[in-house]
């Protein structure tokens, strides 16, 4: 059974904090992606990576950084987190293919932060 | 990449009635995918429909995709309490990126 597993479901973290969001999957995928998703805003995309090392930004970069220094890990770093960043974070993964060749997304279970 | 939007935003039906939620999008794509996400959780895939495809099947699902309007729609039948979740599609052209909108959320009432 295809896994991404995000390393917590829950997480509280304080205003200035660094904090750390993992994610892991077994499905060798090249493609990495971390999304938020807030109440009446839907899934925004926040950076992606198409390969370990490579890394792009997505529509909200600001206040995150990633590293993807193993093809199946791709940390979500929140580098001060303030209020505005409690969100539920979704982290997803798949084969690479664009176009005719785009295939399915797998999707972690969600980690809900909030930052107090 | 685009988004697409889906429509309605939220829809209430009764157990065993069809549910129909659309999905508009603005430039040509290669395909469009649905996905289903239950409340707190990770999306899953349900399906996906090529630009040369018309309509497609899977179990309960019946997915139609009208590229001269540049839309798609989701057909559950015969809809179970279980299918109380979001839905959202994704439509997909030459990139990696997947962007997806706000999502219809469907209440199918026991």
């Known amino acids: 059974d295809v896994k991404v597993t995000q390393s917590s479901r829950y997480l509280v973290k304080r205003t200035g904090e660094k904090v750390f969001l993992e994610c892991v999957q077994d499905?060798?995928?090249?493609?990495m992606f971390w999304y938020r998703q807030d109440p009446g805003l839907g899934l925004r995309l926040i950076y992606f990576s198409y390969d370990v090392k490579m890394k792009e930004k997505g529509d909200i970069p600001e206040g995150y950084s990633v590293s993807r220094e193993k093809k199946e890990r791709f940390s979500l770093i929140l580098e001060s987190a303030s209020t505005n960043q409690t969100s539920m974070y979704l982290c997803?993964?798949?084969?690479?293919?664009?176009?005719?060749?785009?295939?399915?997304?797998?999707f972690g279970q969600g980690t809900r932060l909030t930052v107090v | 990449s685009q988004q697409g939007e889906e429509d309605p935003q939220a829809l209430s039906i009764q157990e065993g009635e069809n549910a129909t939620m659309n999905c508009s999008y603005k430039?040509?794509?290669?395909?469009l995918q649905w996905y289903r996400q239950n409340s707190g959780r990770g999306l899953v895939h349900l399906i996906l429909i090529r630009s040369n495809e018309r309509e497609k099947h899977s179990g309960r699902l019946r997915v139609t995709l009208d590229t001269s309007k540049k839309s798609s729609s989701l057909l559950i039948t015969a809809s179970r309490a279980a299918d109380t979740a979001s839905y959202f599609c994704?439509?997909?052209?030459?990139?990696?990126?997947?962007?997806f909108g706000t999502g219809t959320r469907l209440k199918v009432l026991a």
């Open positions: 994704a439509p997909t052209s030459g990139t990696y990126k997947y962007i």
């Open positions: 499905m060798d995928h090249e493609n």
């Open positions: 430039t040509s794509i290669n395909n």
């Open positions: 997803a993964s798949r084969s690479p293919g664009t176009g005719w060749r785009a295939t399915e997304a797998f």
